[in-house]
Every structure is written in C-alpha cells, then in structure tokens.
C-alpha cells in the first residue's frame, strides 16, 4: 500500500515511541519524510533501512519558535512542498500538583502546546497550496483529568480544542485537521509504569482489550487520518485506547461478583 507516493510529511518527537513509528508508517507508505527530534543519534535509527533520499534529518527543539520555521522551511526547500504534519513531540512528568514546578509548567507547555501551535502557522501556508492535512498528538489525558498530571492534562486538553477550531477555521479551504487521543501506550516515557506491576494491572483492567498500546496501532490511526481514506473527516479527536471511554467510570460488576 503507497497512499502516501510523493507525498511530503513532517514528524516531529519521530526519535522514539509513536512519532518513531508513525514516521516509518509514511517511508513505508512512499512518503518523503522529515524528522525531528531532540536526539540526533535516534532519528537516524528511526529512518534505518529506508531510503536515505526519501528523508530528512531535522535535530532541534519544538518550543523553539525560530527552530520550528526552520523544520518547515528546510523541508520544502529539500521536497519542493508539504502535504502532512504530525505534531508529536511531547512531555510528561507524573507527580502532584504542588510538586509541580514553573519550569515543569513552562516546558510542557512548550513541548506539547507552543510546539503544536508553532508547526501549524508554519504548515499551514503550504498546506493551503497541497490541501494538505495536520494529525496532532492529543491524549486521553486530554478528554479527562488524571491524578498527578495537571501539567499534561492542561496542555492536551488545550491541544484538543485547538484542534478543533483550526478544523474549523480550514476545512472549507481544503485542509482536514484531526487529532488522535491515544491510552497507556508502550513506549520509552512510559517504562517506569510498566515496571510497575500494580499500576499496569489496574490500567489493565479498565481497558477491554486488556493490554496497552503499541506505537504501531497509533500510527496506523495517523496515517489512516492524514490520508484520502479520511478525506471527509475533520475536527475528529480520535481516541485510541482499546475502548477505555467505553466504559461510564463504574467498575466492572461481572468481575467484581465472580461472573466475568
């Protein structure tokens, strides 16, 4: 399958966990990709084994309002244009409120919000000529409140609605803006949950699939939305959490009274 032939996508975060996969997805699918990341060594581990040509090594911050012109520049200087752009890059850190420092506040923000308003007014202009689409990272922490994450949990919720009013603002111009709201995804910020054998059983046993994420299953939902196959849907937060807001918040009865 080449949905994406001669298509030009850009991933930021594309160093490791979803924005590393959800890179690989579009090199596979025949895209010519960017990359970005913090970590240089890591980019080149994510485009190993693909055609060096069809890609384009892009280190640097994405809170960096210079920086994120430069990533969409540089791009359509090497590709001639942009089709896709896949605000990724993220940051986290799980603790109470009161631990929250100004410069944990100040550096999730950057990432997770500045970031992906930055990569938007940048694309944005290029993708009016490609009618082109953007897929935002947003997060289940964006639908909901979590306990010891207020910093994410404002970023994404913000993500979410920023979403949505781009979608708005684009669409009748040919430009679909989407989001998807990932779960408990098995990646290198999640390893010290997982290590955790009482925190990974209780996500678990909310989640009907019964097991976390995996970086493919969210890129193939990103590139299902940044392709034609979704060319009529716009302003979607898509969650993708094994059916985790399935449920209303009760516990599960059957399980609880021996039935399930």
Request: glycine share 12%.
């Amino acid at each position: 399958m080449n949905r994406f032939e001669g298509k030009v996508v850009i991933v930021t975060g594309a160093g490791s966990g979803i924005g590393a996969a959800t890179a690989r997805r579009f090199l596979r699918e025949g895209a010519f990709v960017a990359v970005n990341g913090r970590r240089e060594h890591k980019l080149h581990e994510t485009i190993a084994g693909f055609d060096a040509a069809k890609s384009l090594i892009h280190p640097g911050d994405v809170s960096d309002e210079a920086y994120m012109k430069r990533l969409v520049e540089d791009t359509v200087t090497r590709f001639g244009k942009l089709d896709v752009l896949v605000n990724n890059a993220g940051f986290a850190i799980f603790g109470p409120f009161e631990q929250t420092t100004t410069e944990v506040w100040r550096k999730t923000m950057g990432t997770d919000l500045d970031g992906v308003f930055f990569g938007a007014r940048e694309a944005l202009p290029h993708l009016l000529k490609t009618k082109g689409s953007i897929v935002n990272l947003s997060s289940t922490s964006g639908l909901g409140g979590d306990w010891g994450m207020s910093a994410y949990n404002a970023a994404k919720g913000a993500v979410t609605n920023f979403t949505r009013a781009l979608a708005l603002e684009y669409g009748s111009r040919g430009v679909r803006i989407n989001a998807v709201a990932p779960s408990f995804t098995s990646t290198e910020a999640t390893a010290f949950l997982e290590k955790n054998e009482a925190a990974t059983a209780a996500f678990l046993d909310r989640v009907p699939i019964g097991r976390e994420a995996t970086p493919d299953d969210i890129a193939g939902v990103i590139a299902f939305l940044a392709s034609e196959d979704a060319v009529f849907v716009n302003g979607v937060i898509l969650s993708v959490d094994g059916g985790l807001h399935a449920s209303n918040g009760q516990p599960n009865f059957l399980k609880l009274l021996g039935q399930g």
